[in-house]
C-alpha cells in the first residue's frame, strides 16, 4: 500500500470516511483489516510510512494486555486521598464506610461523564452534588477525580458551590510534560494552541467528537467505554418477570436482562464461548446470582475493565470458589481487569498466596493514600504463615475489627 497513491482504493476510502461522523475512527479501522487480511506478505509495514500517516493503525498491530490504570480521587465522599493501580485481578476490602463502593463507583463517573457530560454524571452516580464534598475537607479544596493510564493523565474538578454543581470547572489531560488540552471556569478551553468555544462536555469528548488526532486521547476514550461497573443484581426482577425479549444489547447494571443476553449468545457463533463460560460454571448454590456474576464477567469485551461490589451475597462457600477460578481464568483468555469490592472471607482465603491481588482502603502510613496494596502494608514473611481470610476475620486486616 502506498499512501501517496491518490488512486489508492484503500487510501481513498479512509479519506472518504475520516472525520465524517460518530463511529468514523471504527469505519477507517474496518476498512484497514479488510485489507490487511487480504494481503499475502505481512511485512507490507517496512515497505511505507502507513503507521504514521494513517491514525489508529497501531491499534491494530497493539499487542492485546488487560488494562492497567491509576485511578486518583480526593476529597469524594469517604476519599479524601485515593491512588490506585489495581492488578488484572483485584480484590478490594475495608471497613463499611471506607470508601470501596465509591472507589468502584469513580469508573463508572468517568464514563458517564464522557457519555453524558458532569452534571448528569453527578447525578446518575452520586445521587447529585450534595453530599459530594468529603468531611472536613476545606470549602476551597475541589473534588478531583482522575485517571492515568500509560504516559496520559486527565483529571477533572467538581466544584461544589452550595446544593449545585459548577457548570464550567477546571479540566486538564497531559502526556508526559505535554499538555494536550485545558479547560477552566471562565470558560477558557485551549488544545495546544488552538483556542476554542466553551462545551457543555468535556473537553475529551469535546475533542473526540472533532475528530483529533491525538492517539492517548482515544486510548483513554476507548478504556472508558470498556469498563463496566456493576453492584446489587436485581435477582426478583429476573426470578418473577424474567428478561425482556427485545433487552439484548449491553447487560444492564443490576444484571436484570441476563437471560435474554444469554440466550443471544448462546444462538450466535461469535458469542458461543460467553455462553458456554456461563453455564458450565452454574453447577453450584445459589444459581441465579451465579449466572448473573458469570455474565457480568462474559459480557466485558477483551480488554475491558468490569468491577463487581460484593459479589459475595448469596452465595454458598463453594460458589464463590467456582465464580473466582472461573472469572480468573476467563479474565487471563481475554485480557479482562477484574475488580472485586468484597468482604468474603472465602475469596480473601483463596487469594492467600497473591496477597500483591489483595489492596486494603487504609493507608500504610498516616497521611498517604488509600488503599494499600496487601503485600505493602503487611510483611509477605508474615502474611504467609496465615490465610487472608482468618487474619480479616480476626481484625488485623482490612476489617471493621481493624479500624477500631
Not at 473534588?143 to 458551590?161: H, M, N, P, Q
Not at 468482604?343 to 502510613?365: G, I, N, R, Y
Request: charged residues 25%; contains cysteine.
Amino acid at each position: 500500500m502506498n499512501p501517496d497513491d491518490e488512486d489508492n482504493p484503500l487510501w481513498a476510502a479512509c479519506c472518504s470516511e475520516w472525520g465524517k461522523g460518530s463511529g468514523f475512527k471504527e469505519r477507517v479501522l474496518l476498512h484497514l483489516r479488510g485489507w490487511s487480511h487480504l494481503q499475502t506478505r505481512l511485512d507490507a509495514h517496512e515497505r511505507t510510512d502507513a503507521m504514521s500517516l494513517i491514525p489508529f493503525l497501531e491499534e491494530i498491530a497493539r499487542p492485546a494486555q488487560a488494562p492497567r490504570f491509576t485511578l486518583h480521587v480526593r476529597n469524594l465522599r469517604a476519599l479524601r486521598d485515593a491512588l490506585w493501580t489495581p492488578e488484572p485481578l483485584s480484590v478490594l476490602i475495608g471497613a463499611n464506610g471506607a470508601g470501596k463502593t465509591t472507589l468502584l463507583q469513580t469508573l463508572t463517573f468517568l464514563r458517564l461523564a464522557y457519555e453524558r457530560g458532569l452534571p448528569e454524571a453527578v447525578k446518575i452516580v452520586f445521587g447529585g452534588s450534595g453530599n459530594l464534598k468529603s468531611w472536613g475537607a476545606l470549602p476551597e479544596e475541589p473534588v478531583e477525580i482522575g485517571l492515568d493510564l500509560g504516559e496520559a493523565s486527565w483529571r477533572i474538578e467538581l466544584l461544589v458551590d452550595g446544593p449545585t454543581l459548577a457548570t464550567l470547572t477546571n479540566e486538564r489531560f497531559t502526556v508526559g510534560a505535554r499538555a494536550i488540552f485545558s479547560r477552566d471556569v471562565l470558560g477558557n478551553f485551549t488544545y495546544g494552541e488552538e483556542r476554542l468555544d466553551p462545551s457543555p462536555l468535556t473537553g475529551l469528548r469535546a475533542l473526540m467528537d472533532r475528530g483529533v488526532n491525538e492517539p492517548w486521547l482515544r486510548r483513554v476514550k476507548s478504556l472508558l467505554q470498556s469498563t463496566a461497573v456493576y453492584r446489587e443484581p436485581d435477582l426478583w426482577t429476573l426470578r418473577e418477570q424474567g428478561s425482556r425479549s427485545t433487552d439484548n444489547g449491553q447487560l444492564h447494571p443490576r444484571g436484570t436482562n441476563a437471560l435474554t443476553l444469554l440466550r443471544g449468545w448462546s444462538q450466535e457463533r461469535a458469542h458461543r464461548d460467553r455462553y458456554q463460560f456461563v453455564v458450565e460454571g452454574l453447577e453450584a448454590n445459589g444459581v441465579l446470582q451465579l449466572l448473573v456474576l458469570f455474565c457480568e464477567v462474559a459480557a466485558a469485551e477483551d480488554e475491558s475493565v468490569v468491577a463487581i461490589d460484593e459479589p459475595e451475597n448469596g452465595l454458598h462457600p463453594y460458589a464463590l470458589r467456582r465464580f473466582l477460578s472461573r472469572t480468573s481464568r476467563w479474565a487471563k483468555q481475554h485480557n479482562v481487569t477484574v475488580l472485586l469490592a468484597t468482604h468474603s472471607t472465602v475469596l480473601l482465603d483463596e487469594l492467600s498466596p497473591h496477597p500483591e491481588q489483595v489492596f486494603v482502603m487504609k493507608a500504610a502510613e498516616e497521611g498517604e493514600p488509600v488503599p494499600t496494596r496487601l503485600d505493602k502494608l503487611c510483611d509477605p514473611r508474615w502474611l504467609a504463615g496465615f490465610k487472608l481470610g482468618d487474619l480479616y476475620e480476626q481484625g488485623e486486616i482490612g476489617s471493621n475489627e481493624d479500624e477500631a
